[in-house]
T-cell receptor, first 111, second 113 residues
Framework: SQQGEEDPQALSIQEGENATMNCSYK?????LQWYRQNSGRGLVHLIL?????REKHSGRLRVTLDTSKKSSSLLITASRAADTASYFC???????????FGPGTRLSVLP | AAGVIQSPRHLIKEKRETATLKCYPI?????VYWYQQGPGQDPQFLIS???????DKGSIPDRFSAQQFSDYHSELNMSSLELGDSALYFC????????????FGPGTRLTVT
């Protein structure tokens, strides 16, 4: 399977702390994206990092990509209760059209 | 900005019934994708269309079919529904040339009882 895998699968932190989620994949990718999903709701695009990029920032989000380790991490700094959601990484392979999603990390930010 | 529209947002059907889900892509997007997300699972790719032709196929059951119409909207038809079909069904759209930038709709929650 080329599916990405996230760890941890569940993460619980206090408000104000940083949250780090990791995603691994198995073959060469074209790009990797992170999505957020509130419970049972739609997927919200957070950030895209291309295979030739190593780090990208967007507000409180920081994404890194290590193609040698076939892994990516999503860091949310100064977390808020509103960040509570599931976070998925999604990749495309061989310039294919469909996304392959990882299993997701359920983040709980406690006030 | 216009987003992907899906209808209905919620659907309840009984076993062995049929269901039709609709997706209206972002204007001028030429490619539509369907994903299925079971409870507590990650989204799984079902099928995609480009310019009304099927362009890629994933783990779509034979009981399901889909098509894209001349106005680029797409419909996912599901027959002989099973309890395991209960899931959130997402549609996404993009330009084929920028297929990595897929924009997801809010999803249709299908419950099969």
């Amino acid at each position: 399977s080329q599916q990405g895998e996230e760890d941890p699968q569940a993460l619980s932190i206090q408000e104000g702390e940083n949250a780090t989620m990791n995603c691994s994949y198995k073959t060469s990718i074209n790009n990797l994206q992170w999505y957020r999903q509130n419970s049972g709701r739609g997927l919200v695009h957070l950030i895209l990092i291309r295979s030739n990029e190593r780090e990208k920032h967007s507000g409180r989000l920081r994404v890194t990509l290590d193609t040698s380790k076939k892994s990516s991490s999503l860091l949310i700094t100064a977390s808020r209760a509103a960040d509570t959601a599931s976070y998925f990484c999604a990749t495309t392979y061989n310039y294919g059209q469909n996304f392959v999603f990882g299993p997701g990390t359920r983040l709980s930010v406690l006030p | 900005a216009a987003g992907v529209i899906q209808s209905p947002r919620h659907l309840i059907k009984e076993k062995r019934e049929t269901a039709t889900l609709k997706c209206y892509p972002i204007p001028r997007h030429d490619t539509v994708y369907w994903y299925q997300q079971g409870p507590g699972q990650d989204p799984q790719f079902l099928i995609s269309f480009y310019e009304k032709m099927q362009s890629d196929k994933g783990s779509i059951p034979d009981r399901f079919s889909a098509q894209q119409f001349s106005d680029y909207h797409s419909e996912l038809n599901m027959s002989s529904l099973e309890l395991g079909d209960s899931a959130l069904y997402f549609c996404a759209s993009s330009f084929l040339a920028r297929r990595y930038e897929q924009y997801f709709g809010p999803g249709t929650r299908l419950t099969v009882t």
